[in-house]
């Protein structure tokens, strides 16, 4: 969804009743065992029923699949850019250490000159 959504962002999806998504929304939705976040290009009405045709702002050509209403997840209602690096980082070992046990250090130590401080108190 380049350059709309950036590769690493998070995006935050609302709920959406499908009969009120308009064409240029961009929606999620379900394919098969995937999801996939695509702009809405059309939408098709035949007779009380409806389905939409999606395709993604960095694609050449349209999904080649439909989505029915059942299907939509809900609409993009916000994005942060690069966050997904950092929660990916954060699972690495590296991210693990940076994150978990140098905050963790700190603390602990925080906390052992916090009880030497205290014993000398009640030293002197």
């Known amino acids: 969804m380049e350059p709309t959504i950036h590769v690493g962002s998070i ?12 064409v240029g ?6 394919t098969g ?8 290009i059309e939408k098709v009405v035949e007779g009380d029923t409806f389905y939409f ?14 989505i ?3 299907d939509v ?13 950092l929660i990916w ?6 991210g693990i250490v940076l994150f978990i046990l140098v905050p963790a250090i700190i603390l602990i130590a925080n906390e052992i000159r916090n009880i ?6 009640e030293e002197g």
Do not use: C, M
């Open 11 to 22: 995006v935050i999806i609302r709920r959406v009743k499908p009969e009120d998504v308009k």
């Open 25 to 30: 929304d961009i929606i999620a939705f379900k």
């Open 33 to 40: 065992e995937s999801k996939t976040i695509h702009r809405v």
């Open 53 to 66: 045709r999606t395709k993604g702002d960095a694609n050449e050509d349209p999904d080649p699949w439909i």
């Open 68 to 70: 029915k209403p059942e």
């Open 73 to 85: 997840i809900g609409e993009l209602h916000l994005t942060i850019p690069y966050y997904g690096y």
């Open 89 to 94: 980082f954060a699972q690495t070992p590296f």
């Open 116 to 121: 030497l401080k205290h014993r000398k108190g």
